[in-house]
């Protein structure tokens, strides 16, 4: 590592409750093991800005999904299931943010999304989490065009001892008073100088949630538990890591899908090499698997139904990465990645069934996604004011997929078999589609004063479509009401035709730091060439009431624009005998609309603040924030988007620790204010239930009160 980089990590040491974008920019750069020496205890301090975040936690005692640590770094999320959510990073959601689970690629394989990368790791598997949103370094990720999160939870753990010893564990439980869910997680490490053995596991088990009027939000019931094992060895100069991990989710629910998520079943590994070079440079090579078996139906009498599908997914990849120190001042970043991913999605067929038989229906047959990506990243500390960084990154994407079939090739009542012919129209097709990327970066940091920064950021950064985007060819109700990862009741029709998406985004912040103060805010700005949105091609109504019509889209390329800005800021009230105070307060907004037509897209959060006071008193901690967020009306005509009124939340938390146990109570819509999510889409399960309503917006959740207790040892 050069001498200039240990100096960018340790203004990051000395400054725990905010990082520096372009600083983490260099440490997205290098592998969570290295940066992982540079960090202290004071780290798992909340960190809190906009173009970049990053978070390290120290503490085990998290419980819960990844979702609730990454909301504290401005990240959002559009409904899904209990450990399922979408991730949602300057206004776009689903793959248009690279998702890194320890530097593997893990894609979503179910035709709704049930099971997004996130949903296979939980908080307590955590040791570092970095949202890179926007203007990403091209070392971060490609294929991506809102941003980079990236987890990790690979960072062996090595002792002073010779012989291999206990070197630590904890234990925790929760229970969350809305969904009556409880929740355990397992922490333990062996460990001397040369090697580490560890293990995490967690368990969750929730019932459908109450809202604000003490009603039931149907279909959000859920049951998941996650397990990781990891091995270490290491040297002076390298160190190997194996790590594998297996999840088990016997039920999901899906309030704003038509399916439900009856199994998943995933196995993964991965191994890492790392070598310290004579030059201080740093080689890095991680090789990737992950398997899953995933299931859909209905298991809850909360939304009933019968229907079974079953997908197929495999993740294999390889990274190699060279750090290359060219003087004291500057590095040299050169990395080659190769990523494959298959895919088989199936509908068997329902027996005794006319329309769903008697053959199995072939959504996607032996689908193929492969990347191979080239790109060199150059790092320049110009004088003490000035730091540069530019990248260029190259990606060769590739899909295909085999012939499909439809339950029946029957005509019904006279009509024509419409997806008896889209499966002959697209097997005719030649299906192969190849798709060059570039991607750039340029990332400029300008130092004021001791106290002050600004950060200007500029990117072009580009998505291929996935393959549900461009292989989805079912026509019919049924078939395109199974397709789509929105939330929105609608149906999709995929487009073999989609060209890839290209974003222009420029950024750029102001950061500012003094004792008792602390600041900062941020704008960007994007125009997206072949921006893949949907067209309206159909519709279709199981009632003669006209609130509950839905339409039938297919995949388009668009031009579409985003922008928003963030300001953050934090102030140190008093500090005395009744401890520390302090006053945290953010504010964010984001607009997003089709070039063409002016019309608001998919899915945009309004106009969101929050104000909290804390007080610190020792190994005592308490919080009162309020949160609100002002009406949606902005919303996208083609997917029938529902308006949300503007709401606010009260929620109280207390936390303190004595020797090994630390406790924490809190409780959330302290005022039992009832809400609806704009963000969450529609409720199907609802719906289903009682159509007189038409297709409401998901409600949130009521007063939950929220209990955790860990021990270490």
Request: aromatic share 10%; proline share 3%; glycine share 6%.
């Amino acid at each position: 590592m050069t001498k200039s980089t240990e100096q960018t990590l340790n203004v990051l040491s000395n400054t725990p409750w905010l990082y520096s974008s372009i600083a983490l920019a260099i440490s997205v750069a290098i592998t969570p093991q290295v940066i992982a020496k540079q960090y202290t205890a004071q780290d798992s301090s909340r960190i809190e800005h906009v173009t970049v975040h990053g978070q390290q936690t120290a503490h085990k005692d998290l419980l819960g999904s990844a979702e609730n640590l990454l909301k504290k770094q401005g990240v959002d999320f559009s409904q899904a299931g209990g450990v399922s959510a979408l991730p949602i990073l300057n206004g776009m959601m689903g793959d248009r943010i690279k998702i890194l689970i320890d530097g593997s690629d893990i894609t979503a394989s179910c035709a709704n999304h049930m099971n997004p990368p996130l949903s296979y790791v939980s908080a307590n598997q955590i040791s570092s989490a970095q949202v890179v949103a926007g203007v990403s370094p091209v070392s971060a990720g490609g294929d991506n065009i809102a941003g980079v999160i990236k987890i990790s939870s690979l960072n062996p753990i090595f002792a002073n001892s010779d012989t291999v010893t206990w070197h630590s564990g904890n234990v925790a439980a929760g229970y969350r008073s809305a969904s009556d869910a409880f929740l355990a997680g397992v922490n333990a490490t062996l460990a001397s100088k040369e090697l580490s053995v560890s293990y995490q596991g967690s368990f969750e088990d929730a019932n459908s949630y109450t809202d604000g009027h003490g009603d039931k939000v149907l279909d959000t019931l859920y049951q998941s538990q996650n397990h990781a094992l990891t091995a270490a060895w290491q040297d002076d100069s390298q160190q190997i890591a194996i790590k594998l991990t297996h999840q088990h989710i016997p039920y999901q629910g899906f309030a704003n899908q038509y399916m439900d998520m009856t199994n998943n079943d995933s196995y993964g590994a991965l191994a890492r090499y790392q070598l310290q070079l004579d030059n201080e440079g740093l080689f890095t090579s991680q090789v990737n698997w992950h398997s899953v078996e995933h299931e859909m139906g209905f298991f809850t009498d909360e939304k009933i139904g019968m229907m079974p599908m079953e997908t197929t997914g495999k993740d294999y990849s390889y990274q190699l990465h060279w750090l290359l120190p060219i003087s004291s001042d500057s590095t040299l970043l050169i990395g080659q990645e190769y990523y494959v991913y298959q895919l088989d999605d199936t509908w068997p067929a329902i027996n005794g069934s006319t329309m769903m038989g008697p053959n199995d229906y072939i959504n996607i047959n032996d689908g193929k996604r492969q990347r191979a990506a080239l790109y060199g990243e150059w790092q320049q500390t110009l004088n003490r004011r000035w730091w540069l960084s530019a990248g260029v990154r190259y990606e060769y994407v590739s899909t295909s997929t085999g012939e499909v079939q439809p339950y029946n090739t029957m005509s019904m009542m006279g009509m024509t078999n419409v997806n008896a012919t889209a499966a002959n129209e697209f097997n005719d097709l030649y299906r192969k589609r190849n798709d060059n990327i570039i991607d750039a970066t340029l990332l400029a940091r300008y130092q004021l004063s001791d106290t002050e920064v600004i950060e200007l950021g500029l990117a072009r950064k580009s998505r291929a479509p996935n393959l549900y985007e461009r292989y989805s060819w079912g026509q019919s109700t049924m078939a395109t009401t199974m397709i789509g990862w929105y939330g929105d009741a609608n149906g999709y029709i995929g487009n073999p035709d989609l060209s890839a998406e290209t974003a222009h985004t420029l950024s750029a912040a102001y950061k500012l730091v003094q004792d008792d103060l602390a600041f900062s805010a941020t704008a960007w700005y994007s125009t997206i060439k072949d921006y893949i949105d949907a067209d309206v091609v159909g519709h279709f109504n199981k009632t003669t009431m006209a609130n509950t019509r839905r339409n039938i889209l297919q995949f388009a390329n668009v031009d579409a624009t985003l922008f928003g800005a963030r300001m953050d800021a934090e102030y140190q009230l008093a500090e005395n005998s009744s401890g520390k105070w302090l006053m945290v307060a953010n504010v964010s907004a984001t607009r997003g609309e089709r070039n063409d037509s002016n019309e608001p897209l998919y899915q945009i959060k309004p106009l969101q603040t929050e104000l909290a006071l804390q007080q610190e008193r020792g190994d005592w901690q308490n919080s009162v924030s309020w949160q609100w967020v002002a009406s949606k009306d902005r919303v996208d005509s083609q997917r029938l988007e529902n308006s949300t009124d503007c709401y606010s939340r009260l929620n109280l938390s207390s936390s303190i620790q004595w020797q090994d146990v630390t406790m924490t109570i809190a409780v959330n819509n302290l005022l039992d204010d009832y809400y609806q999510l704009p963000l969450g889409g529609v409720s199907v399960a609802q719906y289903k239930a009682d159509s007189s309503n038409g297709f409401e917006p998901i409600a949130g959740a009521g007063r939950s009160l929220e209990l955790n207790v860990s021990f270490a040892f």
